[in-house]
């Protein structure tokens, strides 16, 4: 079964910082390449960052270079986001997921991220 468990957000105050996780059960993690999504109110679910399965590519959206990093742990099936330097425009429900075909239909509750001003 596929299975996606964010966690780690939270309200701050704008520059602050948060450690996002995601925990997936799903196999093959260690090959699969994994993204951040994130969902703002009212809004399409959006691409924030990706990783390949052997850490050697990562790509970012262009709002969130150089503030946000993402990393994983296969041994834990894990991927994170390091989100620093929040701005109130972060504020949104971020997902993770894998690009393969056979785990996009499912995602998990995602996880809350509010930044005010």
């Known amino acids: 079964q596929v299975q996606f468990v964010e966690a780690g957000g939270g309200v701050v105050q704008a520059g602050a910082s948060l450690r996002l996780s995601c925990t997936a059960s799903?196999?093959?993690?260690?090959?699969?390449?994994m993204v951040w999504y994130l969902q703002a109110p009212g809004q399409q679910r959006e691409f924030v960052a990706s990783i390949s399965s052997e850490r050697r590519r990562k790509n970012n959206a262009d709002s969130v270079k150089g503030r946000f990093t993402i990393s994983r742990d296969n041994a834990k099936k894990t991927v994170f986001l390091q989100m620093n330097s929040l701005k109130p425009e972060d504020t949104a429900v971020y997902y993770c997921?894998?690009?393969?075909?056979?785990?996009?239909?499912?995602w998990g509750q995602g996880t809350q991220v509010t930044v005010s001003s």
């Open positions: 997921n894998s690009i393969r075909p056979d785990t996009s239909d499912s």
């Open positions: 799903i196999r093959h993690f260690a090959a699969s390449e």
